[in-house]
């Protein structure tokens, strides 16, 4: 695990719907917009909000969203040219911000220029072992072809051929080359595990310092460290507990899920988050608004690599739908400068600030363990312990309306951060709230 890594909260955007950019790859031959540049005024906005890392969604040139990939060395004419992307990259440096590119290698588009060699020549074509085909299935290109998930647009590609295998370690050794820090791996539980073993080894002979985390839902997180060699996963599991306990009122779930994250915990520190680009938002999510901040809580308390989905740090609203265009809602594109949000937004910019102060404070968070300590259906208090048991906090969550005092053992003097109005309740808690105490 790189050093790096253990201070890092990362502020997470898709570029193309970020910047406005069109639906629809521009025509060939048309200019590229240099939308990059736009990115600038909200980096002081990301630092100011605590975080020191911009996890970029998709910037390779691409038909539509960008994760139906058609090359992943050139940047997205929608989004600018490669020194749009140098100046935004040298901008991060500038502030000390570290930089992960999102990189789709299960699949590609049709477009991607060996796929198109396939649909020119057949059988004739040398790319045809870079995909699972079937010349003798039915189909409109008059063969049968492997997707993702039913998606025609998106095809599968052949992870059994080292073509593949020598091309994706290409891609991800020319971008760390180009300055950034690491990959979030798209779809990585769909990719042979010895395919990520075997490509993500190639990179880290040149860049040992590089962080990979892959886009995994569930199953045997610890698999794709051990045998895959990322460093880590996305913690799908505790962010469904996180909303569905609060809104069941069941904080069993979420400790069961903390037991589960300490499992994770031991072999590697889980890329954890309460909102991003393919789910719904957390305020949309929450049935009772007022339980937004114990989910930030709890974020922020627990062990991992946090990330910010952009906008849920202003309380943005939006449901994921299951339809075409489904994700327009929760992937809105912003104004052109933090100043131009709304103005109800802030005070959640400011909890978040708060609670990301906190976890500064304390940097052994990135892989603590929690212990229960009080477990009802809507209280909930944990201590979150350092590797070592030198460092403690205690995390107390009240998601009923009425106050409740939790009958937990402090020593010693405590600084108290809470939801409430800055006096010292100790661990009497309003409802619904959380507080957090520390050592003073």
């Known amino acids: 695990m790189t050093g790096w890594v253990e201070h890092v909260v990362w502020w997470h955007a898709h570029p193309l719907t970020f910047l406005g950019a069109e639906r629809d790859a521009l025509p060939p031959g048309a200019p590229a917009v240099p939308r990059l540049r736009a990115f600038e005024p909200w980096l002081d906005y990301l630092v100011e909000l605590g975080c020191n890392g911009l996890a970029l969604g998709p910037v390779f040139a691409s038909a539509t969203h960008g994760y139906d990939t058609v090359d992943h060395l050139r940047v997205d004419p929608r989004l600018g040219t490669e020194d749009d992307?140098?100046?935004?990259?040298?901008?991060?440096r500038r502030r000390g911000i570290r930089v992960l590119f999102d990189g789709v290698f299960n699949h590609v588009g049709r477009d991607f220029g060996p796929f198109r060699d396939v649909l020119a020549n057949g059988r004739s074509s040398s790319y045809k072992n870079w995909f699972r085909l079937d010349f003798d299935g039915d189909g409109p290109d008059g063969f049968g072809y492997a997707d993702f998930e039913g998606h025609r647009h998106l095809v599968a590609l052949n992870h059994d051929e080292p073509a593949v295998v020598d091309y994706v370690a290409e891609v991800l050794r020319h971008w760390l080359d180009f300055g950034i820090d690491g990959w979030r791996l798209d779809a990585a539980y769909a990719v042979p595990?010895?395919?990520?073993?075997?490509?993500?080894?190639?990179?880290?002979?040149k860049h040992p310092d590089a962080w990979f985390v892959g886009e995994v839902l569930h199953g045997d997180y610890p698999a794709w460290?051990?045998?895959?060699?990322?460093?880590?996963?996305?913690?799908?599991?505790?962010?469904?507990?996180?909303?569905?306990?609060?809104?069941?009122?069941?904080?069993?779930?979420?400790?069961?899920?903390?037991?589960?994250?300490d499992t994770f915990s031991?072999?590697?520190?889980?890329?954890?988050?309460?909102?991003?680009?393919?789910?719904?938002?957390?305020?949309?999510?929450?049935?009772?608004?007022?339980?937004?901040?114990?989910?930030?809580?709890?974020?922020?308390?627990?062990?991992?690599?946090?990330?910010?989905?952009?906008?849920?740090?202003?309380?943005?609203?939006?449901?994921?739908?299951?339809?075409?265009?489904?994700?327009?809602?929760?992937?809105?594109?912003?104004?052109?400068?933090p100043a131009d949000l709304a103005a109800y937004g802030w005070p959640t910019y400011h909890l978040h600030q708060q609670l990301i102060g906190l976890r500064r404070r304390h940097p052994w968070l990135h892989r603590a363990t929690t212990r229960k300590l009080v477990v009802t259906n809507?209280?909930?208090?944990?201590?979150?312990?350092?590797?070592?048991?030198?460092?403690?906090?205690?995390?107390?969550?009240?998601?009923?309306?009425?106050?409740?005092?939790?009958?937990?053992?402090?020593?010693?003097?405590?600084?108290?951060?809470?939801?409430?109005?800055?006096?010292?309740?100790?661990?009497?808690?309003?409802?619904?709230?959380?507080?957090?105490?520390?050592?003073?």
Not at 226 to 245: F, H, M, N, P, R
């Open 266 to 337: 031991a072999t590697f520190a889980p890329m954890t988050f309460v909102g991003n680009h393919d789910v719904t938002r957390l305020a949309s999510a929450l049935t009772e608004p007022r339980h937004l901040g114990l989910a930030l809580a709890v974020l922020f308390t627990v062990g991992g690599v946090p990330s910010v989905y952009a906008g849920d740090e202003q309380a943005f609203q939006g449901v994921k739908r299951d339809r075409e265009f489904g994700d327009d809602e929760v992937r809105p594109p912003f104004p052109p400068a």
């Open 225 to 261: 460290v051990s045998d895959g060699g990322l460093d880590s996963v996305t913690q799908y599991e505790l962010w469904k507990a996180i909303w569905s306990s609060l809104n069941d009122l069941n904080f069993f779930e979420l400790a069961w899920a903390l037991e589960r994250h």
């Open 85 to 92: 992307l140098r100046r935004l990259l040298d901008e991060c």
């Open 193 to 205: 595990l010895p395919f990520w073993h075997a490509a993500v080894g190639r990179a880290r002979e």
């Open 378 to 440: 809507k209280q909930l208090a944990y201590e979150s312990v350092a590797p070592d048991g030198a460092h403690r906090l205690i995390v107390l969550l009240n998601a009923a309306t009425e106050p409740y005092d939790f009958d937990v053992t402090t020593s010693g003097p405590l600084h108290v951060v809470s939801s409430h109005d800055g006096t010292d309740h100790g661990t009497s808690v309003p409802g619904p709230g959380w507080s957090v105490l520390e050592p003073a």
